[in-house]
């Protein structure tokens, strides 16, 4: 069976980075808006400052923490694809009659 890739370790990560990358781009975004509006440096900072703030409660919200957790231990999702027929497989063993050319259900004469 195959598990996951990544550990846990490397999931909540990952996690981490996307949340602070998606702040300091609301940040960024807020602190460029105002300067090409015209204001002076120390408004411009305080707007990336309080940009990146409202950025990492909009991470914190849309993207959250339980998204790193693994489903493959703590969930039962019911049997693997195809499992149904395996059952029945081994159900019949074989002593079922099957078709076959000289029995003359696949093939009919056309004389």
Do not use: C, H
């Not at 900072?45 to 703030?53: K, Q």
């Amino acid at each position: 069976m195959v598990g996951p890739s990544m550990t846990d370790a490397d999931r909540r990560r990952f996690l981490r980075y996307t949340q602070v990358g998606f702040a300091l781009l609301i940040g960024v975004s807020m602190g460029l808006v105002t300067m090409y509006g015209g204001a002076d440096l120390l408004t411009v900072a305080g707007m990336f400052v309080g940009g990146t703030v409202i950025g990492g409660g909009l991470a914190w919200y849309i993207i959250p923490e339980s998204i790193a957790e693994t489903p493959y231990e703590s969930v039962d999702r019911g049997p693997k694809p195809g499992a149904k027929m395996k059952q029945q497989r081994q159900e019949n063993d074989g002593s079922g009659q099957r078709a076959s050319e000289d029995d003359g259900r696949l093939s009919q004469n056309r004389d």
